[in-house]
């Protein structure tokens, strides 16, 4: 009996120092206790309380944990550059002084004859002539208000959303009045559109530098600084860039580390002016705002113009300084248009209702110089971009 006592005891003894702990380890590990130990792990597990146990709380009984946050930091929408204004030379139509702005130029002098004047006979008189167009300045005007309920319950700043987006159809309507009336040159002086593209080839370094040299042959001057300004479509920046034939752009420029720099960067880096193709005496600002032709000269493709305008061959009429609405360069990014919050009730809103507006008025136009030759080019040609 002694002996088996004994015995009992030190079975006892091993199955609490051993195989317990042996257990209560297989069984911290989860679902493998099954595995290795069977109903043992399980009903081991039941006793001990160890193991893996489902959370309590979920999703379902804590409906603070499914609610939406609203992002207040808008994603941007895609606005093209407007840049034509600065292709531009500006007049100003004085305050008062009626709503037509009427420009003129003296036409030279037929070339002179090599004869030489008979001694001591007065010659006949030359007579000059002066040549001149009108063009009416005209008023556009927009606006967009919001509630003042609006106003205290939006999450974003409303109010000047709305004036980002006054700014940019402002900046739009200038563009297209400019580049409308710079289309129109070609039907003034056939030349303006001569060097456009025939069926599926596209522009390339050789076609900017006929450009300038064409409105070169006509004596036309560039601007201030020495350089003609012009408007491009991104797709055909592109295709003057993928050009890798001899004496491109691209060849040109991999010769110097400089140039290769240019290559590295964006065409445009401030997305406007495209300093890679500054090339040949032009400048060339990057813009969706340019004439498409589809099925362009027999083509499915589309033809994108691209413009190179001299100075005073496109002229832009405000009031300047005097102007409603301060149009500056035409960026929509600088444009000062009216953004007012009203903190008052008035006559016309007794209760308020009304928390604010943004808009602009403007008086505008755009014309060609007051002769027969013009200071344009464009180019029309298709792209392999898209």
Same mark, same amino acid.
């Given at each position: 009996?002694?002996?088996?006592?004994?015995?009992?005891?030190?079975?006892?003894?091993?199955?609490?120092?051993?195989?317990?702990?042996?257990?209560?380890?297989?069984?911290?590990?989860?679902?493998?206790?099954?595995?290795?130990?069977?109903?043992?792990?399980?009903?081991? @597990?039941?006793?001990?309380?160890?193991?893996?146990?489902?959370?309590?709380?979920?999703?379902?009984?804590?409906?603070?944990?499914?609610?939406?946050?609203?992002?207040?930091? +808008?994603?941007?929408?895609?606005?093209?550059?407007?840049?034509? #204004?600065?292709?531009?030379?500006?007049?100003?139509?004085?305050?008062?002084?009626?709503?037509?702005?009427?420009?003129?130029?003296?036409?030279?002098?037929?070339?002179?004859?090599?004869?030489?004047?008979?001694?001591?006979?007065?010659?006949?008189?030359?007579?000059?002539?002066?040549?001149?167009?009108?063009?009416?300045?005209?008023?556009?005007?927009?606006?967009?208000?919001?509630?003042?309920?609006?106003?205290?319950? @939006?999450?974003?700043?409303?109010?000047?959303?709305?004036?980002?987006? #006054?700014?940019?159809?402002?900046?739009?309507?200038?563009?297209?009045?400019?580049? &409308?009336?710079?289309?129109?040159?070609?039907?003034?002086?056939?030349?303006?559109?001569?060097?456009?593209?025939?069926? @599926?080839?596209?522009?390339?370094?050789?076609?900017?530098?006929?450009?300038?040299?064409?409105?070169?042959?006509?004596?036309?001057?560039?601007? *201030?600084?020495?350089?003609? +300004?012009?408007?491009?479509?991104?797709?055909?920046?592109?295709?003057?860039?993928?050009?890798?034939?001899? &004496?491109?752009?691209? %060849?040109?420029?991999?010769?110097?580390?400089?140039?290769?720099?240019?290559?590295? *960067?964006?065409?445009?880096?401030?997305? %406007?002016?495209?300093?890679?193709?500054?090339?040949?005496?032009?400048? +060339? +600002?990057?813009?969706?705002?340019?004439?498409?032709?589809?099925?362009?000269?027999?083509?499915?493709?589309?033809?994108?113009?691209?413009?190179?305008?001299?100075?005073?061959?496109?002229?832009?009429?405000?009031?300047?300084?005097?102007? &409603?609405?301060?149009?500056? *360069?035409?960026?929509?990014?600088?444009?000062?248009?009216?953004?007012?919050?009203?903190?008052?009730?008035?006559?016309?809103?007794?209760?308020?209702?009304?928390?604010?507006?943004?808009?602009?008025?403007?008086?505008?136009?755009?014309?060609?110089? !007051? %002769? !027969?030759?013009?200071?344009?080019?464009?180019?029309?040609?298709?792209?392999?971009?898209?």
């Amino acid at each position: 009996m002694r002996n088996t006592s004994t015995a009992a005891e030190r079975g006892r003894m091993f199955f609490q120092r051993v195989i317990v702990p042996l257990i209560e380890f297989v069984c911290a590990m989860g679902a493998s206790s099954i595995a290795y130990l069977g109903g043992v792990g399980k009903v081991h @597990a039941l006793v001990l309380g160890v193991g893996v146990s489902p959370a309590s709380n979920l999703t379902t009984n804590l409906p603070q944990s499914v609610v939406t946050q609203f992002d207040k930091i +808008f994603i941007q929408s895609l606005k093209g550059n407007t840049p034509w #204004m600065r292709c531009t030379s500006r007049r100003q139509l004085d305050e008062n002084s009626g709503n037509k702005l009427v420009l003129y130029m003296y036409q030279n002098l037929p070339a002179p004859p090599t004869t030489t004047a008979a001694e001591g006979v007065i010659q006949t008189g030359l007579t000059v002539s002066v040549v001149q167009n009108t063009t009416t300045i005209l008023n556009f005007a927009d606006y967009m208000n919001i509630s003042t309920y609006a106003i205290q319950t @939006a999450i974003d700043p409303a109010l000047e959303a709305l004036g980002v987006q #006054m700014a940019y159809r402002l900046a739009q309507v200038v563009n297209i009045i400019l580049q &409308n009336v710079a289309d129109g040159a070609n039907g003034v002086d056939p030349l303006v559109g001569h060097l456009s593209k025939v069926a @599926a080839a596209t522009i390339a370094t050789t076609d900017i530098t006929a450009a300038v040299q064409s409105l070169q042959g006509v004596n036309a001057l560039p601007f *201030e600084d020495g350089r003609y +300004f012009g408007v491009i479509h991104p797709f055909a920046v592109g295709s003057i860039l993928v050009d890798s034939t001899n &004496n491109s752009l691209t %060849d040109v420029l991999k010769r110097t580390a400089e140039g290769n720099e240019r290559l590295k *960067e964006l065409p445009a880096p401030d997305g %406007d002016a495209v300093t890679v193709l500054d090339w040949g005496g032009a400048t +060339f +600002f990057q813009s969706t705002f340019v004439k498409a032709t589809p099925n362009y000269s027999g083509t499915t493709q589309t033809g994108l113009r691209t413009y190179l305008v001299g100075a005073e061959g496109l002229i832009s009429i405000s009031f300047g300084a005097k102007e &409603n609405t301060q149009i500056g *360069e035409g960026n929509w990014r600088n444009l000062n248009v009216w953004v007012r919050r009203l903190t008052e009730p008035s006559g016309y809103d007794p209760s308020r209702m009304i928390g604010g507006f943004a808009s602009y008025n403007t008086m505008f136009a755009g014309t060609l110089p !007051p %002769d !027969p030759v013009q200071r344009i080019r464009y180019i029309d040609a298709v792209s392999t971009i898209s």
